[in-house]
């Protein structure tokens, strides 16, 4: 589904090169979901974009559904998502149902097809409490369903975000998780995320690939990621963890 | 091609929540209008020989028109492909199975529409109670027709004019200096200035046949003799469009490699 071989990305600032990504190499099967993480400026962001056309890389082979993003983007672009969490592509002034027409155009759909899309995803990603509230009002983690919905109006096969959580609350947190593993369950969608939020990676993703410097230097099940450390676990927690207490508490 | 025109209005809903911004955007259309009315009554008082060259109904027709059709906001094209470029927001029209120029385009005519309807009634409504119709050497409805077929073909001149300067931005990261230069030509040789009427012949002739005197040849439409140069500035703005678009088509392609947005 994604096969990604020897990639290089290298900017150049004032004739110094920058390595963004340094000889990476990976393949994703069709129903995956896959964490793909690493400290600021380890070349993550650089990765996805190279997956979805939006840069070329330096050097090195990528295809998407067995199409190259450089050679083809429109054909990538139709049958992915794409879920940036620092960037809105939501109309500020109107309902969401808007966007998802607006998106629903943009992706080929015809006006049959888009209401009924529009109908499902309100029900399934509950946006029907604010349906008719104009997207500048509803609360972050709300238009971030939004976002999510626009996504995948055109039943994308693959989904890919971006840091889909940053500056959400626990509780939006929660529903972004449960609606992303909603999607994985019931539309076998495979995932590629990208996030500094642990619990992201352990509530959808079973398999991590960690990178730093712009190298692969783990691709493990993410159950297994403990069995690295070389360390014994010298406390035991009881009860529920901290975040499963404030999740109590916002709910108050 | 219904599917674009849904895509506008569903751009220009979003819009006209800005009910207010709308309004004042009319105002100082209305005011701008009202200025342009005194001040040319005033300089056809002054010297009213230049109604010779140019009566003073169809100066003020000339002119009213050039600030309407800036309301459909095809010039800012470029303005916004800077902010995308400069933001970083490119990368999320990139993502979209339709193009970045094609999108932008897009949202501008939305944006732009209701405004510039509004800007026409009022450009229209005011001239003709105020100083009639411009006297044309052609009927009526055959001078709408052409003014028309016109407005259409220099507004797509206007938006490749508009657009190469803002892919430009893709090379210099800030395609200002390239706006600027362009936005002032158009308006100098589109007749914003001074009416080209009044320029010298061989000025007139370069700005008759410059893309950016036919980007805004709906200025020249409103001159009584339009009808002698109707040939020569259709064929004009089609040249020009062949050209630009051969340039757009060129220079787009290449943009996607000079893209680079950070994480």
Known sequence: ?252 | MTKWFYYIYIIAKNSFSEKKKIIFQMFNHVFFLVFNLYLYRHVYELVPSVADKLPYANAVWSMSMYFAVFWLGLNGIEKVFRQDILSGNVEIYMLRPISYIWQKILTQLGQGILPFISATVFSVSINYFVVGLPSMNISMPLWIMSLILIFLLSQILITFLYVLCGLSGFWLQNSESMYFVTSKLVMILGGAWVPIAFFPEFLQAIARFSPFGGAMALSFAMYPNFDAHFLSIILNIIFWIAIFAFITYFVSNKTNRKLAVNG
């Open chain 1, 1 to 252: 589904m994604i096969e990604v071989k020897n990639l290089k990305k290298y900017f150049f600032h004032k004739n110094k090169k920058i390595v963004a990504v340094d000889d990476v190499s990976f393949s994703i099967k069709q129903g995956e979901s896959v964490a793909f993480i690493g400290p600021n400026g380890a070349g993550k962001s650089t990765t996805i974009k190279m997956l979805t056309g939006i840069i070329w890389p330096t050097e090195g082979h990528i295809s998407v559904l067995g199409i190259s993003p450089q050679d083809n983007r429109k054909a990538v672009v139709s049958q992915v998502g794409v879920v940036f969490g620092q960037r809105s592509s939501l109309l500020p002034n109107l309902p969401p149902s808007d966007s998802l027409k607006l998106f629903g155009i943009m992706y080929g759909l015809n006006k049959k097809e888009t209401e009924s899309r529009i109908k499902y995803l309100e029900e399934q990603f509950d946006l029907t409490s604010f349906k008719d509230q104009p997207v500048r009002t509803l609360s972050l983690g709300q238009r971030m369903r939004v976002e999510i919905a626009c996504s995948i109006i055109h039943n994308p096969k693959i989904l890919f975000l971006d840091e889909p959580s940053i500056g959400l609350d626990i509780i939006a947190k929660k529903n972004l998780r449960e609606t992303l593993a909603y999607l994985r369950k019931e539309h076998k969608m495979t995932i590629f995320l990208t996030s500094h939020d642990v619990g992201d990676i352990e509530a959808i993703c079973d398999r991590t690939i960690v990178i730093n410097h712009g190298k692969v230097v783990v691709d493990e099940p993410t159950n297994e990621l403990y069995k690295l450390v070389d360390r014994e676990k010298k406390m035991v927690m009881v009860g529920p963890s901290l975040e499963e207490v404030l999740t109590d508490l916002y709910k108050k």
